[in-house]
T-cell receptor, first 114, second 110 residues
Framework: GAVVSQHPSRVICKSGTSVKIECRSLDFQATTMFWYRQFPKQSLMLMATSNEGSKATYEQGVEKDKFLINHASLTLSTLTVTSAHPEDSSFYIC??????????FGPGTRLTVT | GEDVEQSLFLSVREGDSSVINCTYTDSSSTYLYWYKQEPGAGLQLLTY?????DMKQDQRLTVLLNKKDKHLSLRIADTQTGDSAIYFC??????????FGTGTRLTVIP
């Protein structure tokens, strides 16, 4: 299957700072990219959907000013967690859709805010 | 709204078959999926089935779809210890986004 990478895999930051997570589709062009958040022992929660060159669509309850998404190209999307707080600590997973029905996931980024 | 339900846990002995079940509510789903998540990792797409199919087989994996009952199952034949993971069932919802079930933690006992 297609490969999606994420960087970094783990990040620890201080409260009040911003963190950027990169998501890349390595061997295909992604028409749509997605960002999910996963709490321990829980399922994935969709945060936002983005298409290249346009603004992201955020799910209800997700603060767009806090979670900035930039879909710069057909192979790159970034999620910036601004002014991070301990409650933002979580596992963030990106995903990219190759066509209308195949969606591939990155390995995830573990964010810890101290 | 959509809802996807799965049993939380399943334990099987190595070499036996595993059957993971899922029920969903959105009858308009065109595709249904099974993903595998190992500890600390992202999701691996295992297989998917189009809604007009009843069954799909791929090596050790068999997916059965009962559209009338909105029931999806994943059978893993000859289960190995490497199959221990969390398995997520997912459907495409009305917004064309994946909606995930709660996940089933499969434990394979050697």
């Amino acid at each position: 299957g297609a490969v999606v990478s994420q960087h970094p895999s783990r990040v620890i930051c201080k409260s009040g700072t911003s963190v950027k997570i990169e998501c890349r589709s390595l061997d295909f062009q992604a028409t749509t990219m997605f960002w999910y958040r996963q709490f321990p022992k829980q399922s994935l929660m969709l945060m936002a959907t983005s298409n290249e060159g346009s603004k992201a669509t955020y799910e209800q309850g997700v603060e767009k000013d806090k979670f900035l998404i930039n879909h710069a190209s057909l192979t790159l999307s970034t999620l910036t967690v601004t002014s991070a707080h301990p409650e933002d600590s979580s596992f963030y997973i990106c995903s990219a859709r190759e066509n209308s029905y195949e969606q591939y996931f990155g390995p995830g980024t573990r964010l810890t805010v101290t | 709204g959509e809802d996807v339900e799965q049993s939380l846990f399943l334990s099987v002995r190595e070499g036996d078959s595993s059957v993971i079940n899922c029920t969903y509510t959105d009858s308009s789903s065109t595709y249904l999926y099974w993903y595998k998540q190992e500890p600390g990792a992202g999701l691996q797409l295992l297989t998917y089935i189009f809604s007009n199919m009843d069954m799909k087989q791929d090596q050790r994996l068999t997916v059965l779809l009962n559209k009338k009952d909105k029931h999806l199952s994943l059978r893993i034949a000859d289960t190995q210890t490497g199959d221990s993971a969390i398995y997520f069932c997912a459907e495409i919802n009305g917004a064309n986004n994946l909606f995930f079930g709660t996940g089933t933690r499969l434990t394979v006992i050697p």
